[in-house]
């Protein structure tokens, strides 16, 4: 009998990427897509995998979809990696992170408690819940939160509840407290392929300037397609429990942009540059860093990809798409 796996936020950056490992394993696989007029396949077609999917109709914040997926579905496995993801917007949609992030979650957990209490469960945590750190270091499992934003505010409630479920009722859920991880499809607002994205509109001529906010935040970056794996390993266990996943590295924003300016041939990246208080925030987080010996003791896992070959992968990427459109009249940097 092949596994069943629910995915929410299958079109997002993690969703393909973890669709594909999955379909790997011999699951079959079921994404959670919201109600839309036109829904982007755009990063699944990237991977190839826009026909290898059974889609299901359901919001985060419609508590009724969510039960009768459950229902319908019965999974094995459930992961929930819808989110309202970008930290830089959660201000101004507080009330709606709160909805999707926290709020869905508590609705997820008691569609599986009511209608399959044996499906495992994984939570999409994340690094952002350490948000102020004062001593500059490393943060693992033991690590106080101090989340700086509403969207760690609301992952802080998420990650509390899959935790609350598992000793309150006994289900299997997990929270998987993952550090930055990027792609080639990952979202055009995130820093990285904000990056990206600028460099190969600026060596093919579409653009001439890049716009960022705070060049000296540090994250520790890894690969998207690495870290998939991890999700699903805390799922296989005798136990269910929470880990940290990073690579124990970081570097600067600024950081990232030299060494993507450079590897596209730009060699001064301050040329092209522009500080830009629209893209700073309310309140930063200045830098986070993994201790994941956890995830790697417990788990086996350890990243594969380094931050150099990340950073390639992704100017190439966007290289490749831009070579393949038409010219863009203007200098429209949106983000
Ligand atoms: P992403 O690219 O922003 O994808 C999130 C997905 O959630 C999107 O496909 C979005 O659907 C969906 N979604 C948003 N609101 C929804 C709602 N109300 N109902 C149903 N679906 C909804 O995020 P990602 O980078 O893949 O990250 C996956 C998860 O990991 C997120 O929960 C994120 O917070 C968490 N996380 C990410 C990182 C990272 O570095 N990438 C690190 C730690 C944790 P639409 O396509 O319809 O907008
Ligand atoms: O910002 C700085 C910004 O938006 C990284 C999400 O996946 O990872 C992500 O959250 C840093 C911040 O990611 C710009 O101030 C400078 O310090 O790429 P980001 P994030 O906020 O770390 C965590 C783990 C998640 O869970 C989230 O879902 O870069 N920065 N200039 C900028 N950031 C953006 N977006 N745009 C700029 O122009």
């Known amino acids: ?16 990427y973890l669709a594909e490992y999955l379909l790997s394993k011999e699951y ?4 959670m897509v919201r109600r839309y007029s036109n829904p982007n396949f755009g990063n699944l077609d990237y991977l190839g995998l826009t026909n290898k999917i059974e889609y299901v109709e359901g919001d985060m914040t419609d508590e009724s979809s969510l039960y009768s997926i459950i229902k319908n579905i019965r999974p094995d496995e459930v992961y929930n990696l819808a989110a309202q993801s970008f ?21 997820l957990l ?8 044996t499906a495992k469960f994984y939570q999409a945590s ?26 760690g505010i609301s992952k802080v409630y998420a990650h509390w509840t899959t935790v609350n479920y598992r000793e309150s009722y006994g289900l299997y859920t997990c929270s998987g407290i993952l550090f930055n991880h990027e792609s080639p499809i990952r979202g055009i607002q995130f820093v990285t392929r904000k990056i990206t994205d600028g460099i190969a509109k600026i060596k093919l001529g579409f653009s001439s300037k890049l716009y960022l906010g705070n060049l000296d935040a540090k994250r520790d970056w890894g690969y998207a397609g690495d870290y998939v794996e991890a999700m699903w390993l805390m799922l296989q266990q005798k136990t269910p429990d929470d880990f940290v996943v990073g690579t124990g590295k970081n570097h600067t924003v600024r950081e990232f942009a030299q060494l993507a300016f450079k590897y596209a041939g730009l060699d001064d990246y301050k040329k092209y ?6 893209f700073k925030r309310p309140a930063e987080v200045p830098a986070l860093c993994a201790r994941a010996d956890k995830a790697e003791k417990v788990l086996g896992w350890t990243p594969r990809v380094s931050f150099e070959e990340l950073v390639k992968m ?15 009249k203007g200098d429209k940097s949106k983000f």
């Open 314 to 328: 992704m100017v190439d990427a966007d290289l490749n798409r831009y070579k393949n459109k038409s010219k863009i």
């Open 87 to 107: 930290v830089g917007g959660s201000w101004e949609m507080a009330k709606l992170t709160t909805e999707i992030n926290a709020i869905g979650v508590l609705y």
């Open 126 to 151: 994340t690094s952002e819940m350490f948000g102020l750190q004062h001593d500059n270091g490393f943060q693992d499992e033991k690590t106080p939160f101090h989340p700086r934003s509403p969207y």
């Open 28 to 31: 079959k696989v079921y994404g």
């Open 1 to 16: 009998m092949r596994k069943i796996a629910l995915v929410t936020g299958i079109l997002g950056q993690d969703g393909p």
């Open 110 to 117: 008691n569609a599986i408690k009511s209608f399959c209490p």
């Open 273 to 278: 540059v522009i500080s830009d208080a629209r």
